[in-house]
């Protein structure tokens, strides 16, 4: 079991940055795919990034960016500190959403909101034009 608390969400002018964090409980941390998705108002909830420590290495990483952000948001972890981040650049109007924090157990690759376990509450991200 985990918990996600996201934060570092709120109103940016377009192509500013901001970056979110994702604090997880639990000694587990670094057995958990962490992901990071997005939901705009009457839309699917849709992802965005993901990272898992590498399975021939725990030192290094796997990543996965949806092509709507490659080049501009860049997920990180901090084993350490059970924190998650997405730096965010480059910030566009489309980019408006609620960011969850999502988590899953296991070594499949996927960006299916519904395979992932845990997830936050969610915070708002606002660009303006």
């Known amino acids: 079991q985990v918990q996600l608390v996201e934060s570092g969400g709120g109103l940016v002018q377009a192509g500013g940055s901001l970056r979110l964090s994702c604090a997880a409980s639990g000694r587990t941390f670094s057995s958990y795919t962490m992901a990071w998705f997005r939901q705009a108002p009457g839309k699917e909830r849709d992802f965005v990034a993901s990272?898992?420590?590498?399975?021939?290495?725990?030192?290094?990483?796997?990543?996965d960016y949806a092509d709507s952000v490659k080049g501009r948001f860049t997920i990180s972890r901090d084993n350490a500190k059970n924190t998650v981040y997405l730096q965010m650049t480059s910030l566009k109007p489309e980019d408006t959403a609620v960011y969850y924090c999502?988590?899953?157990?296991?070594?499949?690759?996927?960006?299916?909101?519904?395979?992932?376990?845990?997830w936050g509450q969610g915070t708002q991200v606002t660009v303006s034009s």
């Open positions: 999502a988590a899953k157990t296991g070594r499949i690759l996927t960006t299916t909101a519904t395979s992932y376990d845990y």
């Open positions: 990272i898992r420590l590498n399975e021939v290495s725990t030192y290094y990483a796997d990543y």
